[in-house]
């Protein structure tokens, strides 16, 4: 899910494009010299520091600290609403997080007659045809951009995606 | 029977109850794995940070299968039916 709101955000301003996509790339210099210097501390980083210091510019604040993300400091929902995409946003994200937290309404558990059944199955369904969705989703822009898989196909992915029946 | 099989017949149970949504998920896998290794040019940044999103998701999904199936096993005892 997260994957394809940063997606649609990299995506969705055509003039932002170009600037976003460097953004994206030069963040992985800033996350794997973080990693290394945490991970191999004996490690010779000269490579990875000059890197890091050429595109420092693209991911540190004014106070020299890294961006929490590449898109910035802001959240999925934030960028999911610069994208257009706020209401699927909060709809899904409502529902996993529920799951994820194991809130009440959310809780992977059912009664099965006069027990409390902890191993219910019953949002199975939802969270593979969700992931699909949003899989399609990425895979439609991935192909506006590189044009390899057939439109006929993934057309008929999404057709068969949409009248699922739950 | 062991704890083994036990998952093995919950992860079966399961995706017997799911098959819409397992085969829906399969169907859709195999058609980007057709294509997820093709040669494609990476021309500017936004293409770069763009594959390498799709590479993320491509995976994503693969795991949901076991996250789906067998995940919540994982985590959880089975239960037993007095």
């Known amino acids: 899910m997260e994957i394809a709101f940063q997606v649609l955000y990299l995506s969705c301003n055509d003039t932002e494009r170009e600037k ?7 963040y992985f210099w800033a996350r794997d010299l973080e990693l290394i210097k945490k991970d191999a501390p004996n490690a010779d980083i000269s490579g990875l520091q000059h ?17 929490k993300n590449w898109w910035g400091d802001v959240s999925i929902g934030s960028i999911a609403r610069e994208s257009a995409a706020e209401e699927t946003y909060l709809a899904d994200y409502k529902v996993f997080s529920q ?3 194991a809130t009440p309404q959310g809780m992977l558990v059912g009664l099965k007659g006069t027990h409390l059944e902890i191993l219910d199955t019953q949002h199975v369904s939802t969270i593979l ?3 699909t969705r949003y899989v399609l989703t990425v895979a439609a822009q991935w192909n506006l951009e590189f044009k390899i ?16 029946k739950f | 029977m ?3 099989e036990e998952l093995r017949e919950f992860k079966a149970k399961t995706i017997a109850e799911h098959r819409a949504a397992f085969d829906l998920w399969q169907r859709v896998h195999a058609l980007i794995e057709k294509y997820v290794t093709c040669g494609r040019g990476l021309s500017s940044e936004y293409s770069k940070a763009l594959d390498i999103l799709f590479i993320q998701a491509f995976k994503s999904h693969g795991s949901l299968y076991c996250s ?12 037993h039916e007095e």
């Open chain 1, 20 to 26: 976003r996509g460097k953004l994206y790339i030069a």
């Open chain 1, 51 to 67: 890197q890091f210091d050429a595109h420092k510019h693209l991911f540190t604040k004014k106070n020299g600290k890294v961006f």
């Open chain 1, 99 to 101: 799951m994820a937290h």
């Open chain 1, 129 to 131: 045809v969700s992931g």
């Open chain 1, 149 to 164: 898989i057939p439109e006929v196909d993934l057309h008929a992915a999404f057709d068969e995606m949409r009248e699922f």
């Open chain 2, 2 to 4: 062991d704890g083994l």
């Open chain 2, 68 to 79: 789906a199936s067998s995940g919540i096993a994982k985590t959880l005892p089975p239960s």
